[in-house]
């Protein structure tokens, strides 16, 4: 990027970040459910349904779980702050500004990313308390990074397209049918080969897919992290840089695409 | 004119993409330091010629340049010159005033010394000093405009864009602003293009307007030659029901400058000098059974040219 295209970044993901602070209580909100699932129901469904592969530790397995959960619906939280920029808010002032404006919904994504993985160090945290068994290294850390934060960028950049083309007042409905229903289809609870075929080939067309497996091959050292579910290849690095590059292709083509959008609503 | 012009706007065309046109080919200069106000009825193409401007509509047609720099070819260019208020209210709500101008500051890249100096003296100018650090939800609709407006003008833009300053406040606060935007343009020198609908403020403040009509400049000059064109005086009569009988007598007499307008049961007829023998005249009028209540003579304002220039369609504010 040039540094022509880079101004404003600064001040635009300061203003950002710092709404996200003063609006705690909205993150509070978002991460409350992927709490209470890694407090109380994942170990309570290890307990119960016990495990559905001898080398699986499913507490663990359903707390990388809850990051797919709590990363997209921060993501399309987010959009809701969008709509009050632009009906009620600043945007016309920041259309006013001598910065490129795709900057405006760039800025804006990296510091609902900032958001997403500090609620994720939290969730993460407290799951490691309760008992999860986090098999890392800096590799898988940085695998596990970038399976996340490529997901919630993803999910942001439809959040930033949905603010445009849809009705204020119709995307409340549409945070947890895109936010969360997904996560359902995505090898969160179960794998995807248990999965009714259709259903299963739906799964792996979706990001979240991609993303579970390469968090859960980060940060559970390639046990059943899902890689052979999509690509059933046998080398564990070729499939997680395989879906590593599906991730980018999502995450490029939904903000690329979010940016044309902005750009092309901002100015009639 | 046109070559100290810091906004030069040549046949500018403007059809949305719903099929409006929302500018038909205008064409306009204003010179640096100038207050320059366009006026006009809702519809009648102000705030597009504002959007394009600033930068935030894309022209058909034309061209539009603001310092220099042409506003399709380079628009970065012509926001970093300019300072704009809108018409409604555009101000980060979960931040003080102090944060609002800050950010602004930040993003116009201003040094951070140059910056807090600047924005020390213009919340202190504007009388906000004392709530500079308090949530801009909590300010009045007037403090809010102040405060846009020391924004606007803080990285000493060298032409102010003011989207109907004053829409929406009282008029002592209106009263309040105008002032401050006469002052403002003493001290600060800055090119300042206005829109409003408080006809009889922009008549003090404007050294020219241009009145839009239809996406089409109806007239353009200063206010008091506008005034004079249509005729310093203006016979007002109103009448006790139809207006049409009085409008007819009055437009008989041969002393009007212009056609008589009717609005309701009022005629205005512009004149261009008192005729001697006017109160006989008036007298005669109401004598002779039109059903006359009142006649007024006054001084022609510039809410008359704008109504006689856009009668056509009665498309008033």
Not at chain 1, 15 to 22: E, K, Q
Request: proline content about 6%.
């Amino acid at each position: 990027m040039t540094a022509l295209a880079l101004n404003g970044f600064g001040p635009l993901y300061a203003r950002r970040l710092a709404i996200a602070v003063r609006t705690a209580s909205g993150m509070i909100g978002q991460i409350t459910t992927p709490i209470l699932w890694v407090l109380v129901v994942a170990p309570a469904l290890n307990t119960a349904l016990g495990n559905f592969r001898p080398d699986v530790d499913y507490f663990t397995y359903v707390a990388v779980a809850q990051v797919a959960f709590l990363l997209p619906f921060t993501a399309m939280f987010a959009g809701l702050q969008v709509i009050l920029d632009a009906n009620m808010g600043i945007l016309p002032e920041l259309l006013a500004a001598p910065i490129r404006r795709a900057t405006i919904p760039i800025a804006n994504a990296f510091a609902v990313l900032t958001v997403g993985l500090a609620q994720v160090a939290l969730l993460l945290g407290l799951a490691a308390i309760r008992g999860a068994h986090f098999h890392t290294s800096v590799a898988g850390a940085l695998w596990f990074i970038a399976g996340a934060s490529l997901l919630l960028l993803t999910v942001y950049g439809v959040a930033e397209i949905l603010t445009v083309v849809v009705r204020p007042e119709l995307y409340g409905p549409l945070i947890p049918a895109i936010g969360v229903t997904p996560w359902f289809l995505s090898g969160s609870l179960f794998p995807l080969t248990v999965l009714p075929a259709g259903i299963e080939q739906l799964g792996l067309l979706l990001p979240w897919t991609h993303a579970l497996a390469l968090m859960r091959y980060g940060l559970m050292h390639g046990s059943p992290s899902g890689l052979h579910d999509l690509w059933h290849l046998g080398s564990p690095e070729l499939m997680a840089v395989l879906s590593l590059l599906v991730l980018v292709g999502f995450a490029v083509a939904s903000l690329g695409l979010a940016t044309r959008v902005f750009n092309r609503t901002t100015t009639l | 004119m046109r070559e100290r012009a810091v906004v030069a706007v040549d046949d500018l065309q403007k059809v949305y993409a719903n099929g409006v046109e929302a500018l038909a080919g205008i064409t306009f200069h204003v010179e640096p330091g100038e207050v320059f106000g366009l006026l006009g009825p809702n519809g009648a193409g102000k705030s597009t010629t504002i959007g394009v401007l600033t930068t935030t509509v894309t022209p058909t047609a034309g061209s539009a340049r603001v310092c220099g720099h042409d506003v399709a070819d380079d628009p970065i260019g012509v926001r970093r010159s300019i300072g704009v208020t809108f018409q409604q209210s555009v101000l980060d709500q979960d931040f003080s005033g102090f944060e609002n101008l800050r950010l602004h500051a930040r993003l116009w890249r201003m040094p951070p010394a140059e910056a807090s100096a600047r924005i020390a003296y213009l919340l202190d100018r504007m009388g906000l000093a004392a709530r500079a650090n308090d949530g801009v939800r909590t300010y009045s609709g007037g403090m809010r405009r102040r405060l846009e407006i020391a924004r606007a003008l803080l990285a000493a833009p060298q032409v102010l864009f003011l989207d109907e300053p004053t829409l929406g406040l009282d008029p002592a606060v209106r009263r309040e602003l105008w002032s401050l935007i006469a002052s403002l343009r003493r001290e600060e020198g800055v090119t300042t293009l206005l829109t409003t609908h408080y006809l009889e403020e922009a008549e003090g403040v404007c050294d020219r307007v241009a009145v839009i009509h239809e996406g089409r400049i109806a007239a353009i000059g200063p206010p008091g030659v506008l005034i004079e064109e249509l005729g310093g005086v203006t016979i007002e009569v109103r009448a006790i029901r139809d207006a049409g009988p009085a409008a007819d007598a009055l437009r008989d007499l041969g002393i009007a400058s212009r056609p008589p307008l009717v609005a309701g049961e009022t005629v205005a007829l512009p004149m261009g000098e008192s005729p001697p023998d006017l109160a006989r005249m008036l007298a005669d009028l109401q004598a002779d059974g039109l059903g006359v209540a009142a006649t007024t003579v006054r001084a022609t304002t510039l809410s008359d040219v704008y109504l006689h220039l856009t009668a056509a369609t009665g498309a008033h504010a």
